[in-house]
Each structure stands twice: as C-alpha cells, then as structure tokens.
C-alpha cells in the first residue's frame, strides 16, 4: 500500500517562473492538504481540497492556486515565483472529517533563485 | 503570531537524559497532534490527545493534554540518539490542521 508519494523531490526555479508540483494520496484517502515548510520552520497551511474542490484556505496569496483530479491527485501550482517561495512544499492526505490523522509525504523542496 | 507556540525552540541533550517539550495556545482545540519529522521527510503522526487531562505513552515518550485543551507537553525519559527530529504539535481548525513551529532536538550519544 503506497503512501502518499510527491514528485518531484527537488526542483530549481528562477524569480517569475511558475512551476507545478504533484501529489498522489494515500489509498483510500479523499481529501488533500498542501503545506509550506520554510527552513527552521513549522508547516504552514496552504489549501485543502476535496471533491475537486477548495474547501479550506491559508493565508497565502492567489499566486498559488491548486487542482485535484477525480482519482484524488492534485497539484499545487505558484505563479510569479519570488524568492520566499524557497520552501519544502508537503501533501499531506486524509479522509472527509479526519483531519487529525495527516499522512505526509515527503514534499518537494523548492529552491527559487 | 503563531496559533500554537512550542518551547524551547531547540533542545541539545546528553543521551540518557529526560526532557520536557511544550505546546501553548489561547485557543480551545477538540484534539491535538504532536509530529516527529526527520530531515528531509515528511511529518510522522505520534499521537492524538483528545480529552482534557489525557495522558498516553508511547514507549518511552509521554503525551498529556491540558486541562482545558488549550496545551499539550510531550515528555521523553532517557532519550537516544534515534529520538533526533524536530517535533511538531498541531491543533484542528475550520477542519484544517494548523502547526507550530516545532522543538528541533539533537540527543547526543
């Protein structure tokens, strides 16, 4: 049973690029969760989306926008990258109504130059 | 301002001792959560605390959830070079998960 898997592991953009990062959730988990884990820091919540759909929103500017598709993937995209975009970038995956119980994976680390 | 404040910041021990983290807030939560996170990974869920006053063990760490579920502790006895990681709580709301910004501890063997 695999878990939550994010692609790609790493990835090196320059200011003003926009880039696009994936997330497959675990078996049998329906709702998708992205964070934002800047260096020294704790993850800070991004969005979350369930049957398609934005259900919660973080503090985020609309820069960053998401998707998830009907097998319950999704991306995170950030457009107009800037360099406080740097960050490790988690999904974490559940179901409806158990949000205590995050599985991670193990995120894709963003370097904006 | 963080929703949830955890103290202290960083924690370097000798192997074999004890330690004491915590995780503060002003607000009530319905449940809280406390993470390991290794480098270069993701969060790994120790724990959930639901009920005021609630005190689990895993192994040798010990969770407690205040009174009025407005603060969590985690305590680990004679910790080991493994317990390495930062550790993270997080609380529930508006059905999403909010964290703080985590205890790095470093045990030394």
């Known amino acids: 049973d695999a878990g939550v898997t994010q692609s790609p592991t790493h990835l090196i953009k320059t200011r003003g690029q926009q880039v696009t990062l994936r997330c497959s959730p675990k078996?049998?988990?329906?709702?998708v969760s992205w964070y934002q884990q800047a260096l020294g820091q704790g993850p800070q919540f991004i969005f979350q989306y369930y049957e398609e759909e934005e259900r919660q929103r973080g503090n985020f500017p609309d820069r960053f926008s998401g998707h998830q598709f009907p097998n319950y993937s999704s991306e995170l995209n950030v457009n107009a990258l800037l360099l406080g975009d740097s960050a490790l970038y988690l999904c974490?995956?559940?179901?409806?109504?158990?949000?205590?119980?995050?599985?991670f994976g193990s995120g894709t680390q963003l370097s904006v130059l | 301002t963080q929703l949830l404040e955890q103290s202290p910041q960083f924690l370097s021990i000798q192997e074999g001792e004890n330690l004491t983290v915590y995780c503060n807030s002003s607000s009530v939560f319905s449940s809280l959560q406390w993470y390991r996170q290794e480098p270069g990974e993701g969060p790994v869920l120790l724990v959930t605390v639901v009920t005021g006053g609630e005190v689990k063990k895993l192994k040798r760490l010990t969770f407690q959830f205040g009174d009025a579920r407005k603060d969590s502790s985690l305590h680990i006895t004679a910790a080991q070079p493994g317990d390495t990681g930062l550790y993270l709580c997080a609380g529930g709301l508006n059905n999403d998960m909010r964290f703080g910004a985590g205890t790095r501890l470093t045990v030394k063997p």
């Open positions: 974490a995956s559940s179901l409806l109504g158990y949000n205590e119980k995050l599985f």
């Open positions: 078996s049998g988990h329906d709702t």
